[in-house]
Nanobody, 124 residues
Framework: QVQLVESGGGLVQAGGSLRLSCAAS????????MGWFSQAPGKEREFVAV????????SYAGSVRGRFTISRDNAKNTVYLQMNSLKPEDTAVYYC?????????????????WGQGTQVTVSS
């Protein structure tokens, strides 16, 4: 089992920044590909970003590329999502997730463990 706890969400004005953190415990953190997903009210959960086990490879949704940065610190068992130039349409609950597969999957069904989510609200 892997337990994931997100933090860092909040209310921010458009153009502002937030840094989300996801702390993992349980099994060896570096054995998992880590992803961030978002879910707005009434919408399906959407892929945001993913990072490889070592942190050497990343992939982003087109809507956030150039504005968001995913990173991880395997010594601290933590994955981060730096969110810059935030837009009202970024408003959602953000979830981190862990996958035991090697691929940088964008599909939520490929992930084995999920956090409880943290709310991000961007005002215009």
């Amino acid at each position: 089992q892997v337990q994931l706890v997100e933090s860092g969400g909040g209310l921010v004005q458009a153009g502002g920044s937030l840094r989300l953190s996801c702390a993992a415990s349980g099994r060896t953190f570096s054995n998992y590909v880590m992803g961030w997903f978002s879910q707005a009210p009434g919408k399906e959960r959407e892929f945001v970003a993913v990072i490889s086990r070592s942190g050497s490879y990343t992939s982003y949704a087109g809507s956030v590329r150039g504005r968001f940065t995913i990173s991880r610190d395997n010594a601290k068992n933590t994955v981060y999502l730096q969110m810059n130039s935030l837009k009202p349409e970024d408003t959602a609950v953000y979830y981190c997730a862990a996958a035991s597969s090697l691929s940088l999957s964008r599909g939520p069904y490929d992930y084995d463990y999920w956090g409880q989510g943290t709310q991000v609200t961007v005002s215009s």
